[in-house]
């Protein structure tokens, strides 16, 4: 299993900016959460998307687990790009008001997703 991780981009330096690219990953869907206070939400896993997840504004604290083990990322505007494969359960704690953007390599399918946290459990340790 591959674990969450960010990303390495490749630098460009300008005079006025640094240019972070990251190629090679075909987006299929694009979403934005956006919160306006405190709340806790994802709690599901997918089956095969992969997702690429940044902060636009705010913070959010990402908790990802692999049946047996958690990992905690905090997201911030300037924390970089998150890639969380597939088969990894994830909490988002957006800690106020906070907004993310996310990029999937597979289009919208409701049967992708793991939404029951005990059958995620065995899924895991079959």
């Known amino acids: ?18 240019i972070e ?3 090679n990953f075909e987006i299929r869907r694009i979403f934005t959460v956006a ?8 709690n ?5 998307c992969n997702q690429l997840i940044l902060v636009i504004y705010g913070k959010l604290q990402f908790e990802i687990y692999d049946g ?10 300037s924390s970089g790009i998150l890639h ?17 953007i996310v ?8 049967n992708d997703y793991i939404r029951d946290w005990t059958y995620f459990v065995t899924y895991k340790n079959v």
């Not at 990029?103 to 409701?110: G, K, L, R, T, Y």
């Open 21 to 23: 690219v990251y190629q």
């Open 84 to 100: 969380v494969p597939p088969g990894l359960w994830t909490v988002q704690k957006y800690l106020g008001k906070s907004q993310m």
């Open 68 to 77: 047996k083990n958690v990992t905690q990322f905090l997201l911030t505007p």
């Open 35 to 42: 919160v306006e206070l405190s709340t806790v939400r994802g």
């Open 103 to 110: 990029m999937c390599d597979e289009v919208f399918d409701d």
């Open 44 to 48: 599901h896993a997918h089956l095969k």
């Open 1 to 18: 299993m591959q674990d969450a991780s960010f990303l390495k981009c490749q630098s460009i330096a300008h005079s006025d900016a640094i």
